[in-house]
């Protein structure tokens, strides 16, 4: 039992890391596109607010991850298994090319693969399931929307500074940006956390007899600091991408884009939460990108790198049903090679 509790953690960990090499960028890509401060001052700074958000507020997405979509009691140590090392692989290739992919459709495709295969169509909680799909659908675009709108206003605004004082606002702007990547890290972790180590709440609650609180807590600063380790380390390639390669950024509209996916993101983990029980696992990437989009859009469409952007759409695509078969085909085989459920 010990030893299935430190190969639960082990993996959580590596899915943490490569959650936060992909997603570091989703906090910190804008604020270091619009050269307001270096990469390591923005990841410090993601890593000490992406800790805060998952261990005061994670629980409420680890649960819709860890016990909503399937059945507790189908979370056998095989299917945890095999959706972690499918979240796990899909994110390694696309982390490695660049790819701002969603980490988010990447976990529950992969719990949504193991629990058609292990319980069958029938034990699919579709009525949550349905919930975290709209999520999805309407979280870019609610995005893409306040961005657009707010970037519009804050130009309005500007255009009637005097010229002489337009550095002051300029740093003030600079200084609100900052203020938002930390708000952005926050609403990171409280929803993110969830992708790393959400599949692993049943397993480990059930391992170690603890109660509901205790495990996500725990699993909340593991995934926290897996997440920490994944941006420093490798995170700088979707920074590029997002940051330099989708539009250019000024330090207005890289102020735009964060708060508009901070907000987007805080609305769908606290509102749903209210509401029906079950925080909303929306995507931080499909947030941030339709947010950058966004302001693109108001500065001109032709300032939109479209391959870039028809690159990224086609890889967000295809993460649902590669990550479903990859945790399939990594069950079937744990299950044939070991001859366990």
């Not at 997405?61 to 899909?90: C, D, H, N, Y």
């Not at 180590?197 to 725990?218: N, Q």
């Not at 390669?245 to 102020?255: E, M, V, Y």
Request: hydrophobic residues 55%.
């Amino acid at each position: 039992m010990i030893a299935l509790v430190a190969l639960s953690l082990t993996l959580a960990i590596m899915v943490a890391w490569i959650l936060g090499a992909n997603d570091a960028a989703n906090s910190t890509a804008t604020v270091v596109g619009g050269g307001v401060i270096s990469l390591r001052r923005a990841l410090t700074l993601f890593s000490i607010f992406v800790f805060l958000g998952a261990t005061t507020q994670g629980y409420k997405v680890i649960k819709t991850i860890g016990r909503g979509i399937v059945p507790i009691e189908i979370m056998s140590s095989s299917a945890v298994i095999a959706a972690a090392l499918a979240a796990f692989l899909w994110l390694l290739l696309c982390t490695w090319k660049g790819i701002p992919v969603s980490t988010t459709h990447t976990s529950v495709g992969a719990v949504l693969g193991f629990g058609l295969i292990a319980a069958g169509v029938e034990k699919i909680n579709f009525a949550v399931l349905m919930k975290v799909f709209i999520s999805w659908a309407f979280s870019p675009l609610i995005a893409m929307v306040i961005s657009l709108t707010v970037y519009k206003l804050l130009e309005h605004l500007f255009s009637k500074i005097p010229p002489h004082k337009l550095s002051t606002y300029d740093s003030a702007m600079r200084l609100m940006l900052i203020g938002v990547v930390c708000f952005t890290a926050y609403s990171f972790g409280a929803n993110d956390v969830a992708n790393a180590v959400g599949i692993f709440d049943a397993l480990v609650e059930r391992s170690l007899g603890t109660s509901f609180v205790i495990s996500t807590m725990f699993l909340s600063a593991i995934g926290a600091l897996g997440i920490i380790l994944g941006g420093f380390t490798y995170g700088h390639k979707v920074i590029s991408t997002i940051g330099f390669k989708i539009t250019k950024l000024s330090p207005l509209s890289a102020f735009t884009a964060q708060f508009s996916m901070a907000l987007t993101v805080l609305l769908f983990t606290t509102i749903p939460h209210t509401l029906f029980g079950y925080g909303m696992p929306i995507s931080t990437t499909h947030s941030i990108v339709g947010a950058v989009i966004g302001v693109g859009i108001a500065k001109g469409v032709k300032s939109i790198d479209r391959v870039v952007v028809t690159y990224i759409l086609a890889s967000w695509a295809l993460t649902v049903p590669i990550a479903a078969t990859l945790a399939i085909v990594i069950y079937l085989l744990f299950n044939v090679i070991f001859g366990v459920a």
